[in-house]
């Protein structure tokens, strides 16, 4: 590593080639962090799934939106999700990721949360945009997932009714480790390091 470095930034020394600049841009995690145009997205992501019934919110009023939305943008903007935990509120590390193509709006988001850093991430809700759903989309952003928070593993717990996410979830090397009395399924992926 470091005499590709001392090779870089030696004067005279060769350019990269295309190719080596392509393989140095699949190693990077197509990711990024979300911002607050964002959360729009994520909230009508929200209101389909709570449609359904397969949201971890409900979303019967505004108080309840407006609290969604209060820690979402702290998230975005402190890296914190706030976590009721033994009736208080917890600040746990989060992280509002995005999978973009391009400039426009992402293809999918995730919320990530944890207690601290050495416990699992936990999925908390993530979602492709319906357009762009049956593509494979929901396995790339889940294996971008396991790239982007690496080194530890990944958690989630989703209804056995939605059936595109749990093959997104298996495709992506999460494996299901139980099922509650609610058709509650628990996945987990084991800790994953960059290549």
């Given at each position: 590593?470091?005499?590709k470095?001392?090779?870089l930034?030696t004067?005279?020394?060769?350019?990269?080639?295309?190719?080596?600049?392509?393989?140095?841009?699949k190693?990077?995690?197509?990711?990024?962090?979300?911002c607050?145009?964002?959360?729009?997205?994520?909230i009508?992501?929200v209101y389909?799934?709570?449609a359904?019934?397969?949201?971890?919110w409900v979303?019967?009023d505004?108080?309840?939106?407006e609290?969604l939305r209060?820690a979402l943008e702290?998230?975005?903007?402190?890296?914190?999700w706030?976590?009721?935990?033994?009736g208080q509120v917890a600040?746990w590390q989060g992280r509002?990721?995005?999978?973009?193509?391009?400039e426009?709006?992402?293809?999918?988001m995730?919320?990530a949360?944890?207690?601290?850093?050495e416990a699992?991430?936990?999925?908390?809700?993530?979602?492709i945009?319906?357009?762009?759903?049956g593509?494979g989309?929901?396995?790339?952003?889940?294996?971008a997932?396991r790239r982007?928070?690496s080194?530890?593993?990944?958690q989630?717990r989703?209804?056995l009714?939605?059936?595109s996410?749990?093959d997104?979830?298996e495709?992506?090397?999460?494996?299901?480790?139980f099922v509650?009395?609610?058709d509650?399924?628990?996945?987990?992926?084991p800790?994953k390091?960059?290549?």
């Open positions: 590593m470091l005499t470095l001392k090779r930034f004067p005279g020394s060769p350019q990269p080639t295309a190719r080596q600049k392509r393989q140095g841009r190693r990077s995690p197509p990711l990024e962090d979300a607050g145009e964002d959360i729009d997205n994520f009508q992501a389909q799934a709570d359904k019934g397969h949201s971890p979303l019967r505004k108080s309840v939106l609290t209060r702290f998230t975005v903007h402190r890296g914190l706030l976590q009721r935990e033994e600040h509002l990721l995005a999978l973009r193509h391009g426009g709006p992402p293809l999918g995730v919320l949360c944890r207690p601290d850093d699992a991430w936990q999925l908390r809700f993530f979602y945009s319906q357009e762009w759903k593509s989309h929901g396995t790339r952003l889940l294996m997932v982007s928070l080194g530890v593993p990944l989630t989703l209804p009714t939605c059936h996410a749990i997104s979830l495709a992506a090397g999460f494996t299901r480790q509650d009395a609610f509650v399924a628990r996945y987990e992926a800790a390091w960059d290549e």
